[in-house]
């Protein structure tokens, strides 16, 4: 009997730290898609020095979260959130076309948003 | 190339410390949910092996999960009758009193072909020989045979042959176990004399050499015809 506790202690477990991936994904890409469309916002504004600050603080808290990201989502998901950041960095860095840079941010909130929505135990992702 | 490599190391390992924590009887004897069970922890190893893009605890996880609820089946099974029934079926019955059962042969998906292919493997060739013949849940087939048709047994015939215990080795492809043999109550001046017997004068010209619990030994020499 000890096996089976020991066997449903884990299943418990892992059903709990589950539960905290999609709370603290949840978190992450909530933090990011803000200050995502805080960007994306300034952008429309023409705003470039703001969206830059925005846009690097949304990278910078992606980039430190690497190592959790990595493991526990598919590297493509990752791979292409990156190089979308690396896309709008591009942009801004030109300052030629603000409706694209807008344009690769909203990719960015959406990509993040179908990051976490694969997560989630509804019955469309278990189905 | 080298994160395939190290990926493979892990999972292989943790399959063997899974396997190993179910216990001996799975690996031999696969009901038909551990057969289920060794086929999709295989396929789930092998994608994360394979694709350096899928993390790790992605095949690592569903093995956590099936192996914890292989374990949390099989204490149900072993406590409960009616649930080892549900999950591993019934034995059937499938030669009475030398008749076969066409029926159950039937509902178990067994040719009559298969059944006598059994067994003609397990040394029957006739079915009046066979009182019953027993379709396990593993899918073993067990065959009693008919009362008369049984060999004699030495109590039977009134012999009271003496008890030669479980053999244990002494000597293993040249190497002594010293503890077998200090466990069996010998020394090494008895082993010497038991190898000179033999015509040999050194644990290394011995390949295997065991004795049973009325001292007595069995020898082969290392390059002994077989």
Request: hydrophobic residues 45%; charged residues 20%; negative net charge.
């Amino acid at each position: 009997m000890k096996r089976f506790w020991a066997a449903a202690a884990l299943l418990l477990l892992l059903a709990g730290l589950a539960a905290l991936h999609v709370s603290a994904l949840g978190r992450i890409t909530g933090q990011l898609t803000g200050q995502l469309e805080q960007a994306r916002q300034e952008l429309i504004q023409e705003h470039w020095d703001q969206a830059q600050t925005f846009l690097d603080a949304a990278y910078r808290s992606w980039d430190q979260r690497g190592f959790y990201l990595h493991t526990t989502l598919r590297h493509t998901e990752i791979d292409d959130i990156r190089a979308s950041f690396h896309e709008a960095f591009a942009y801004l860095s030109l300052r030629e076309d603000a409706g694209e840079c807008a344009a690769v941010c909203a990719r960015l909130i959406n990509q993040l948003e179908l990051v976490l929505e694969a997560e989630l135990p509804t019955l469309k992702n278990i189905l | 190339m080298f994160v395939v490599l190290l990926r493979t190391v892990i999972l292989y390992l943790f399959i063997i410390a899974g396997i190993r924590l179910l216990g001996k009887r799975q690996v031999g004897e696969l009901e038909p949910s551990e057969l289920t069970l060794a086929l999709i922890i295989a396929d789930l190893a092998s994608v994360p092996m394979q694709d350096n893009g899928i993390p790790l605890l992605s095949g690592l996880i569903p093995i956590v999960v099936l192996l914890a609820l292989a374990t949390i089946l099989s204490v149900l099974s072993a406590k409960s009758i009616r649930f080892r029934a549900l999950l591993c079926g019934r034995p059937s019955v499938v030669i009475e009193d030398g008749i076969v059962l066409e029926s159950e042969l039937r509902r178990n998906r067994l040719t009559i072909d298969e059944l006598m292919e059994e067994l003609r493997i397990q040394g029957y060739t006739d079915f009046h020989d066979i009182k019953y013949a027993i379709l396990e849940t593993n899918g073993q087939l067990s065959v009693l045979p008919a009362a008369d048709r049984k060999p004699p047994t030495a109590a039977q015939l009134g012999l009271r042959p003496e008890e030669p215990g479980l053999p244990v080795v002494l000597i293993s492809d040249g190497r002594l176990l010293s503890r077998n043999l200090r466990q069996r109550g010998y020394e090494l001046p008895w082993l010497e004399r038991q190898l000179s017997a033999h015509g040999l004068s050194s644990p290394s010209q011995v390949f295997l050499l065991t004795v049973d619990q009325l001292g007595n030994t069995y020898c082969i020499a290392k390059g002994d015809p077989a």
